[in-house]
């Protein structure tokens, strides 16, 4: 069965310092996501992305954070300079469709020192 | 803003012994989706109910809509240990496609 897939599994970074989290969405779905889970707490939505730009975003994500397609199979996140608070899980997902299941990778831990 | 709550927190059953969460929407739902977590692991699709009053079943498991399409629940017959986990209901609101999570249901079956 296709997967989402994510890489790293688990990143260590320096507070202030940028950070690219990677994703490979299952190939002929059409809408990416990214979300985060804080230990021990619900998963919280971050951002949509569809045709090449967002769709829509979160509170959370501000002006540090940022999607890009920037070839035919990943999409990745970037948070610009990381701060404590960053430290989570954080998934990638994708539909087919807007309004249909959304399927996630195994995250990637974040950690910031 | 809007909301899905999920109670209880946490469920600890003997195994055989039956499991319910509720999940509830401060707002109509276009759909709701419910997903399981093990520990350490990432949230595994389960189901996904669109229709006013639906139920659904998956072997044991048994999902359904409220005919407002505010409230689902999610019901565990005969639990085994295979269910430990956290269940998580995610509803769609009609204003987008952004899964709006519940805080979860840890389901712990001792045997």
């Known amino acids: 069965e296709p997967e989402v897939t994510q890489t790293p599994s688990h990143q260590v970074t320096q507070m202030g310092q940028e950070v690219i989290l990677r994703c490979v969405p299952i190939?002929?779905?059409?809408?990416f996501y990214w979300y985060r889970q804080i230990l021990g707490q619900k998963v919280e939505f971050l951002v949509s992305f569809y045709n090449n730009e967002i769709s829509e975003k979160s509170e959370i994500f501000d002006d540090q954070f940022s999607v890009e397609r920037p070839d035919g199979s990943n999409f990745t996140l970037k948070i610009r300079s990381t701060k404590l608070e960053d430290s989570a899980m954080y998934f990638c997902?994708?539909?087919?469709?807007?309004?249909?299941?959304?399927?996630f990778g195994d995250g990637t831990r974040l950690s910031i020192l | 803003g809007q909301q899905v709550m999920q109670i209880p927190q946490y469920q600890h059953v003997q195994e055989g012994e039956d499991f319910t969460t509720y999940c509830n929407s401060s707002t109509t739902l276009s759909n709701i989706q419910w997903y399981k977590q093990r520990p350490g692991g990432h949230p595994v699709f389960l189901i996904q109910l669109v229709k006013s009053g639906e139920v659904k079943k998956q072997k044991r498991l048994t999902f359904q809509f409220g005919e407002a399409k505010k409230n689902s629940s999610l019901h565990i017959t005969a639990t085994q240990t295979t269910d430990v986990g956290t269940y998580f209901c995610a509803g769609l609101h009609n204003s987008g496609y952004a899964l709006n999570f519940g805080k979860g249901t840890s389901l712990l079956v001792t045997p």
């Open positions: 190939s002929n779905h059409l809408y």
């Open positions: 997902a994708s539909s087919l469709a807007g309004y249909q299941p959304q399927h």
